[in-house]
């Protein structure tokens, strides 16, 4: 473990999403994908209070409508089934079935309720789940013999290239808190989710309606922040689960060290967001904007995403071409109140734009900054005092290939 120089947290070498108390996780080849693992499962010991957020997208896959109805009923899961290959997205009522059947048969396995098990589904859009195969999984599923965290994270992926998982440890109330977590994503990444799916554990005893809250808020900080191609997928998914099983006072707004555990989340969940943006289908480099003196944080946040969603800007970084003109045009276009004459914009410590005017700066010290694997555009609006980070990366000629064969 290595303390944060920032607070008191600290972040577990090789964490990730099991690395909380009481919670086991595997994964299996169902057939679903030619050799791939393609099924995977999370649990817990005990029931979790959990919470949730979705895709904003209006075609919600139907294991979406069904985890979001669960978790409804009393705010709990206890398990997590996700298949990867097919997404079970507009699938209509036979989708629904599937999805539900999916539920209730990993219920009957694991000996929990129905409605704590959450389901997950990603891939092709359009196809339905093949349930022979899903069932032959569910029973295969052995919590015993065949726990295994790594296999669980690849059982997720898609074309991702590379699991994403992060960790980390704060003492509460005397007592040493886990916070865990593992996602996949790598195309369909916009702003407000994608094809993600991420899933967040602890140990921590958390007031229901606080974990909901604090999920909210940190999404807008993290996961809505990334971007790869600006396409919003049916079946993004974020799911916190907090089993308590450290038994720390019950955390909530009114606990005196509330702030440090979603700072916590925060830290975890912003960890996992840059794995995502830094994975995107082709991409060779990871590109973080960084808006300062904003009016508001919508303001701020607004500006980041127009800057990072930009295919120009991207384009830019990729070639290596310090055009910040396409930066301040996206500045331009984020609908935010911008005062044109107060911008300045920094490539790295490079500065090239100064209250709204070009600097001249060295092209090929530009060129040489852009060519690293990770890449920051500095803004500052000079208009107030909020800020925001936005991540995504470079738009490649081999997102263009992946993509235009993903489904042959």
Not at 110 to 117: G, Q, R
Not at 142 to 155: P, V
Not at 312 to 327: E, H, I, M
Not at 335 to 358: A, F, H, K, M, Y
Request: hydrophobic share 40%.
């Amino acid at each position: 473990m290595v303390t944060t120089s920032k607070s008191k947290i600290q972040f577990v070498k090789k964490g990730h999403v099991t690395s909380a108390k009481g919670f086991s996780a595997g994964g299996l080849h169902c057939g679903i994908r030619k050799s791939k693992l393609d099924f995977g499962w999370l649990h817990s010991d005990v029931p979790a209070t959990a919470a949730g957020v979705y895709t904003m997208n209006s075609f919600q896959a139907a294991p979406l409508k069904v985890t979001k109805d669960s978790i409804a009923i009393d705010q709990k899961l206890q398990a997590i089934v996700v298949n990867s290959g097919v997404a079970n997205s507009c699938t209509g009522a036979q989708g629904m079935s599937d999805a539900l059947e999916t539920q209730q048969l990993a219920a009957q396995k694991l000996s929990v309720k129905p409605h704590h098990v959450a389901v997950a589904s990603t891939g092709l859009i359009g196809v339905h789940l093949p349930m022979e195969k899903i069932s032959s999984a569910i029973r295969s599923m052995d919590l015993k013999e065949n726990q295994s965290t790594d296999r669980f994270e690849q059982a997720i992926l898609t074309t991702d290239t590379c699991t994403k998982h992060f960790a980390v440890e704060v003492e509460i109330d005397g007592k040493t808190i886990t916070i865990g977590g593992a996602a996949k994503g790598s195309g369909m990444i916009h702003p407000n989710m994608a094809t993600m799916l991420a899933y967040l554990t602890t140990d921590a005893e958390v007031d229901p309606d606080s974990l909901q809250r604090a999920l909210n808020h940190i999404t807008n900080k993290t996961f809505n922040m990334i971007t790869v191609d600006g396409d919003c997928s049916t079946n993004d998914t974020v799911l916190l689960l907090a089993n308590g099983l450290q038994q720390n006072q019950p955390l909530s707004e009114d606990h005196p060290q509330w702030a440090l555990f979603v700072e916590a989340l925060r830290y975890v969940s912003e960890e996992l967001a840059k794995q995502i943006a830094k994975d995107g289908e082709g991409a060779t480099k990871l590109i973080e904007v960084i808006v300062k003196g904003a009016p508001s944080d919508i303001a701020a946040n607004q500006v980041g995403k127009a800057v990072i969603s930009s295919n120009l800007v991207k384009s830019a970084v990729y070639g290596a071409d310090p055009n910040w003109g396409r930066v301040v045009c996206a500045i331009g276009y984020s609908e935010q109140p911008v005062n044109p004459d107060r911008v300045c914009v920094s490539l790295g410590e490079i500065p090239v734009v100064t209250d709204g005017l070009p600097v001249e700066f060295d092209e090929e010290e530009g060129k040489n900054y852009l060519l690293q694997e990770q890449v920051q555009i500095i803004i500052d609006l000079q208009d107030g005092e909020a800020e925001a980070k936005a991540w995504g990366c470079d738009l490649t000629y081999e997102y263009v290939k992946i993509n235009a064969s993903y489904r042959t």
